[in-house]
């Protein structure tokens, strides 16, 4: 946001070829960084400031050619939006949740003044309708607070914009309890929660009005001792965010956290996880004692909890998004809403078994005892404390789940989502046997057939059967666009979703290699128009550089010619 702005305020000074180029690099980057809500957030502002200083035209290039060169990540990100079933947006409740609440401005004047998550002081983010410590933390020190009284006293058009920008700001992060709570029912700002992220437009106007008073102490023309006096305090309140800020992290070995945990080394990397308990031993300890040790940490990696998994190349079957898919999202529920936890045990029933067979899952890791309908008991392979608490991580095992790739015997046509459901708890449906469909097939069905995942990466599935009949192999993947299937490396079958989530082709019996590529259209596209603006950046450079070479002066060798009377 501040190099953007920088760029886009010179370019309201002089309109400049390589500056408009400069800035689309800039917001780019922003894109290609994968956080949308930052980049919205950064237009709203960069537009208003183009709005107000009559640059709209300038900024609309620089947006388009942003957009242009970032097309690459924009298409399939927009892609996933529409199959995770948000391209409306979120409901005005969901789009206003984690709202700044007023106490905090307190933070302003002491980050601390509600309490300290490094001790455990701070309270759980149920008690302020969701809020959390680092989203409603603005502070910058004193003194930006204190220049504000300059801006006050010498008024412009710029700092009357910039107070607007404050007060706007204010309004926007106050969220579901601000006069201005509709605007979350409004697109694009219900694409996206935490109305307290507009505190960074705020902080940022705040910290820009600080600037011009320190300009306006520095034009006044006064004696040396208040332009020293204002740089001295300057560098008070650089000192002070230092010593504030830095006893409040805890820094350890960095080797302490990568090293691979010993219930790692028990689960292979074809086996597929399921972690139970983990989010709530961590806040059981976080939300009390904080991160003054680091112990307890230590022993909750053993958990693998969603995303740590991939640092030591283990399958999960969850993952901590921001936004989930609608297909996985349906049997996550339905998961979830047959497993009990409480505080002394987590148990799961006949369903709840037949749910993560049918997923795959290989392994349990728990928090807490994990018990099982009595016929349905699983080996216990590791037991061990959590440091510092009183909790345990416990390792289960599954012998009875689906494998990653396997032939169906049966199908069962269903149409929606719910009579996918209501087959799916059917006490008549077996996993191992038959699959979901969502079309109707007519394919002979005998006793299935072996079937072999010979190479597995992040965009290429290879698998080898062997089958007497026809038969629909289903994989253990995400149903998604971009996917293509071929059959011995000739012709591409159909890939239609089945049980909801996962991946089906119709396989043709004998011995076959099914090779899965994923190769969207949506990058395809995205990087053609990539290409195309780049090569439009290259050019506004070029021509900048005509532009600004001076013309050359012309010299006749010789004396002038004279004309004759």
Same mark, same amino acid.
């Given at each position: ?32 960084? +994968? ?5 919205? @957030? ?43 079933? !948000? ?39 149920? *008690? ?9 933390? +603005? ?7 204190? @220049? ?34 509709? !605007? ?11 109305? /307290? ?61 990568? &090293? ?6 028990? !689960? ?13 031993? %961590? ?6 004692? +904080? ?48 497993? %009990?936890?409480? *505080? ?9 078994? &037949?749910?993560?067979?049918?997923? +795959?899952?290989? %392994? ?13 008991q699983k080996p216990l392979i590791f037991d061990q404390q959590i440091n510092g608490t009183g909790d345990y991580v416990r390792l289960y095992v599954n012998p009875t789940a689906l494998p990653r790739a396997y032939f169906a015997t049966d199908t069962i046509s269903v149409r929606t989502v719910e009579s996918a459901i209501s087959a799916l708890t059917k006490d008549s449906f077996d996993p191992k046997k038959s699959v979901l469909v969502e079309k109707d097939l007519s394919v002979p069905y005998g006793e299935g057939g072996s079937v072999n995942v010979e190479s597995s990466k992040s965009n290429e599935l290879i698998v080898t059967t062997q089958s007497e009949t026809p038969g629909v192999l289903v994989t253990l993947d995400t149903f998604y ?12 079958? *159909? ?23 994923? /190769? ?9 128009? /990539? ?13 900048? &550089? ?20």
């Amino acid at each position: 946001l501040p190099w953007f702005m920088a760029v886009i305020q010179k370019l309201s000074e002089k309109f400049s070829r390589r500056l408009i180029g400069i800035a689309a690099i800039l917001l780019s980057q922003q894109f290609f960084a +994968g956080f949308p809500q930052a980049t919205f @957030l950064t237009l709203l502002f960069a537009g208003s400031w183009a709005l107000f200083d009559r640059i709209l035209i300038p900024f609309i290039l620089v947006v388009f050619l942003g957009i242009g060169i970032s097309a690459i990540q924009i298409l399939p990100s927009w892609e996933f939006i529409k199959e995770a079933g !948000i391209s409306g947006g979120l409901s005005p409740g969901m789009a206003s949740y984690f709202s700044f609440p007023l106490v905090h401005l307190l933070s302003f004047f002491n980050p601390f003044a509600v309490g300290n998550p490094k001790f455990g002081t701070y309270p759980p983010f149920s *008690e302020f309708d969701g809020s959390i410590f680092w989203e409603n933390t +603005g502070y910058v020190g004193l003194l930006p607070l204190t @220049l504000l009284l300059i801006p006050l006293r010498y008024r412009n058009k710029r700092t009357v914009f910039f107070f607007a920008v404050l007060l706007m700001s204010f309004l926007f992060m106050w969220g579901s309890h601000s006069p201005l709570y509709f !605007i979350y029912s409004i697109w694009p700002f219900n694409l996206f929660r935490v109305p /307290s992220r507009f505190l960074w437009i705020f902080v940022f106007a705040l910290l820009t009005l600080s600037s011009l008073a320190i300009q306006k102490i520095f034009d006044l023309k006064v004696k040396r001792t208040l332009i020293g006096l204002t740089l001295v305090l300057i560098l008070i309140n650089t000192g002070q965010l230092f010593f504030l800020w830095k006893p409040y992290h805890l820094i350890e070995n960095a080797d302490l956290w990568v &090293k691979k945990p010993e219930l790692a080394t028990l !689960i292979s990397k074809t086996s597929r996880m399921l972690t139970l308990g983990a989010e709530s031993a %961590h806040n059981a300890f976080f939300l009390k004692s +904080g991160w003054k040790e680091e112990n307890p940490y230590l022993s909750l990696r053993s958990t693998l909890a969603p995303d740590s998994n991939i640092i030591w190349d283990i399958s999960q079957h969850e993952a901590y998004a921001g936004r989930s898919l609608r297909r996985p999202g349906f049997v996550d529920s339905l998961l979830l809403s047959h497993m %009990h936890i409480n *505080e002394n045990e987590a148990s799961g029933s006949a369903m709840f078994q &037949k749910l993560i067979d049918l997923l +795959g899952i290989t %392994h349990v890791v728990s928090t807490l005892p994990l018990t099982f309908d009595t016929n349905l008991q699983k080996p216990l392979i590791f037991d061990q404390q959590i440091n510092g608490t009183g909790d345990y991580v416990r390792l289960y095992v599954n012998p009875t789940a689906l494998p990653r790739a396997y032939f169906a015997t049966d199908t069962i046509s269903v149409r929606t989502v719910e009579s996918a459901i209501s087959a799916l708890t059917k006490d008549s449906f077996d996993p191992k046997k038959s699959v979901l469909v969502e079309k109707d097939l007519s394919v002979p069905y005998g006793e299935g057939g072996s079937v072999n995942v010979e190479s597995s990466k992040s965009n290429e599935l290879i698998v080898t059967t062997q089958s007497e009949t026809p038969g629909v192999l289903v994989t253990l993947d995400t149903f998604y666009p971009g996917w293509h299937a071929y059959i011995d490396g000739r012709s591409e079958v *159909e890939i239609f979703p089945v049980n909801i989530r996962f991946r089906g082709v119709v396989v043709p019996k004998g011995s076959h290699t099914v090779t899965f590529i994923y /190769s969207p259209n949506s990058v395809r596209v995205g990087a053609a128009v /990539s290409l195309m603006a780049f090569l439009v950046l290259v050019v506004l450079f070029r021509t900048e &550089k005509k532009v600004l070479r001076p013309a050359p002066v012309l010299r006749r060798r010789g004396k002038p010619r004279t004309r004759r009377g």
